[in-house]
Structures are given as structure tokens and as C-alpha cells.
């Protein structure tokens, strides 16, 4: 595990892949492989979608949550990918470096597995960054409004760090789920038939606790599009 910061050279273009269901039939795998970096989100495969969604990852954003249905496939995220890029994010206790987080334990123990695994860990003071940006976009405070950010979060936040241009695949606008009876897709292009997108958003953003606010979310990647070369496609968009 690198103890070490992350620093890597900017991207000049990059593929920020959303793992939505938008992504189905796009045919856009060539032109997302096409960008300098691709970033991934959680455990959303490539293979046997490569062509809506390309095969290249440059990094890939997991949540703590998520490692272990990564490890259900190891061989396809980290044996055969050892120029990929991780970067776990989480909070509290399985976290933690110094206490011997169970989550942290398990990432120690791949890159033990596998030497050349570059896995990188957000810092606890990266983590409160990622909500005071919350806080100061949205004037609520994360903790006190029940809310979690989402990979999304994380995925933007790195990538404006990382990118000087970033064309966003696949993430719809904060108002398209409150349009007139818009399609319905999976919540992920690798669990069709399952979690219908809009529902899960709308079901999220109206829970009082615990929930991610994915449309609010939205709404914030809008205003940062408005200020930093960011665009929208499939379905594509315009920051309002």
C-alpha cells in the first residue's frame, strides 16, 4: 500500500465512465478508450461491455463498501490490470491505517498479492475536504443532513484535480428524473433487471437519513461545468 501522496502527471482529456445503465447501447467504448485517462467507479467491469464502455482504466475510484465485491474477481481488476490506478475511499474504522482497519487490512494484504498493485487511500483530511465542498455548494452540512456522498463525489472531485478536460459519460442532469415519464435503466449497466435508475435517485434524495443525494450531486456538477471545461454526453447535456 503506498504510504506515500499521489502525484501523478495531469491528464490533458479525460473519461470520467459512470456506471449507469445510460451507458447500454451507447457504442462509445472507442471514443472513451480515445481520452489520455479513463476513470472507473467501484466494480464496474469492462469486460463484455467494452463496446459502450471501453476496456482502458486509468484509475479507478472504489468505495470501502465495494472492495470486497471487487475481490470476488481478482484476476480481472488486479492481476490483468496493473496499470490501473485505485484509489479507496471511506470512513471510520475499517479504515483506519493506524488501528488495522479491516478494509485497510484487506488492501495491505493485495498488495502483498500483487506487488505492482498501485492502490492509494483517501486521507482522513481529503475526506473532510470532500464534505466541506459538500457544505459549501449545497449550505448543508453532510453529517447533520443524513447524507453520504457518493463514488460520483469522489470521481469529480479527483478528476477537477486531475484533468483539464473531462467529458463525463453516462450521468444524467439533476432535473431528468422529474421529466415526463423518462426511460427507465438499470442503476447500472452490469445489473440489468435490477434497481431502476430514477426510482433509486428519487428514493435516495427523499430519504431522511443515511441516503446518498445523487440529484443534488448532479446539480453541483452543473455549477462546476459552468466554471471548468466539463461536458456531459450520453444522454448530453448543457450546465443550465
Not at 496499470?83 to 495491505?108: A, E
Not at 483517501?122 to 459538500?134: K, N, S, V
Request: aromatic share 10%; hydrophobic share 35%; glycine share 8%.
Amino acid at each position: 500500500m503506498k504510504a506515500r501522496p499521489l502525484i501523478r502527471e495531469v491528464c490533458h482529456s479525460c473519461a470520467v465512465v459512470s456506471s449507469s445503465g445510460q451507458m447500454l447501447g451507447s457504442g462509445l467504448g472507442a471514443q472513451i478508450d480515445g481520452a489520455e485517462c479513463v476513470l472507473r467507479m467501484n466494480q464496474a467491469p469492462t469486460v463484455g461491455f467494452e463496446e459502450d464502455v471501453g476496456q482502458r482504466s486509468t484509475l479507478r475510484v472504489i468505495s470501502h463498501t465495494s472492495v470486497p465485491l471487487l475481490l470476488r474477481n481478482y484476476s480481472h481488476y488486479f492481476q490483468q490490470a496493473q496499470d490501473t490506478l485505485y484509489v479507496v475511499w471511506g470512513q471510520g474504522r475499517h479504515m483506519d491505517r493506524t488501528l488495522g482497519g479491516r478494509t485497510y487490512r484487506t488492501l495491505l494484504q493485495l498488495t502483498r498479492m500483487y506487488p505492482g498493485l498501485q492502490v492509494y487511500t483517501f486521507t482522513e483530511h481529503m475526506m473532510a475536504y470532500c464534505d466541506q465542498i459538500f457544505q459549501e455548494e449545497t449550505g448543508k452540512n453532510r453529517r447533520q443532513s443524513g447524507s453520504f456522498l457518493s463514488t460520483g463525489w469522489f470521481t469529480m472531485i479527483l478528476a477537477l484535480q486531475l484533468c483539464e478536460e473531462i467529458v463525463v459519460y453516462g450521468m444524467v442532469s439533476d432535473s431528468y428524473c422529474s421529466e415526463k415519464s423518462p426511460p427507465s435503466v438499470p442503476y447500472h449497466y452490469f445489473e440489468k433487471g435490477r434497481l431502476d435508475e430514477c426510482q433509486m435517485y428519487l428514493l435516495h434524495e427523499q430519504a431522511p437519513r443515511s441516503a446518498h443525494r445523487f440529484i443534488t450531486e448532479k446539480a453541483v456538477f452543473s455549477r462546476w461545468a459552468k466554471k471548468r471545461p466539463i461536458v456531459f454526453a450520453h444522454p448530453s447535456w448543457r450546465a443550465e
